[in-house]
T-cell receptor
Framework: QQPVQSPQAVILREGEDAVINCSSSKALYSVHWYRQKHGEAPVFLMILLKGGEQKGHEKISASFNEKKQQSSLYLTASQLSYSGTYFCGTGSNTGNQFYFGTGTSLTVIP | NAGVTQTPKFRVLKTGQSMTLLCAQDMNHEYMYWYRQDPGMGLRLIHYSVGEGTTAKGEVPDGYNVSRLKKQNFLLGLESAAPSQTSVYFC????????????FGPGTRLTVT
């Protein structure tokens, strides 16, 4: 039930944009996005609860296409501080369990 | 508030040894989780608890046991460690409800030789 993320890794220069995709073979009841800096714990970015919902967090936003069972994370005008591994996650139908994707490593260079 | 804490931070075990990882949270959260993180595998759920005295299996429960005797603590036990259990272990907790942001502990790096 683990969502699949793409790409696995991406390198950007400061100011460039990136898109990270998350897809599932099972129904998505909600989509969560987390960022993990090297050697640290994951930190919550945002959650999308409804199909078609879009949210923003500074220059990071996300969309949720419930029918396609996909979510995308958009990073615009990337900054060095955006470097890290991004995980999507989805809740089970009961909401008790969570399944995280395999992660996307994002590196922003000067 | 300390948030979510984990002890120990690092541990090296020999195959067959046992140990317990402790997770503590001071946010009065009902739900608590244990994950393992391996390179290229993301975070995989081992066990979880939806309240004091309850536990349930996640994706990869084999070789692990858990207990939630007090609401603020969630213990993860390895009865007979194996090299395949070498990993980084994260504990997380959250409120109930529709916006289940999880708060993670700093992790425990376990090596089994």
């Amino acid at each position: 039930q683990q969502p699949v993320q793409s790409p696995q890794a991406v390198i950007l220069r400061e100011g460039e944009d990136a898109v990270i995709n998350c897809s599932s073979s099972k129904a998505l009841y909600s989509v969560h996005w987390y960022r993990q800096k090297h050697g640290e714990a994951p930190v919550f970015l945002m959650i999308l609860l409804k199909g078609g919902e879009q949210k923003g967090h500074e220059k990071i936003s996300a969309s949720f296409n419930e029918k396609k069972q996909q979510s995308s994370l958009y990073l615009t005008a990337s900054q060095l501080s955006y470097s890290g591994t991004y995980f999507c996650g989805t809740g089970s139908n009961t909401g008790n369990q969570f399944y995280f994707g395999t992660g996307t490593s994002l590196t922003v260079i000067p | 508030n300390a948030g979510v804490t984990q002890t120990p931070k690092f541990r090296v075990l020999k195959t067959g040894q046992s140990m317990t990882l402790l997770c503590a949270q001071d946010m009065n959260h009902e739900y608590m989780y244990w994950y393992r993180q391996d390179p290229g595998m993301g975070l995989r759920l081992i066990h979880y608890s939806v309240g004091e005295g309850t536990t349930a299996k996640g994706e990869v429960p084999d070789g692990y046991n858990v207990s939630r005797l007090k609401k603020q603590n969630f213990l993860l036990g390895l009865e007979s460690a194996a090299p395949s259990q070498t990993s980084v272990y994260f504990c997380a907790s959250r409120w109930t409800g529709a916006t289940p942001e999880q708060y993670f502990g700093p992790g425990t790096r376990l090596t089994v030789t």
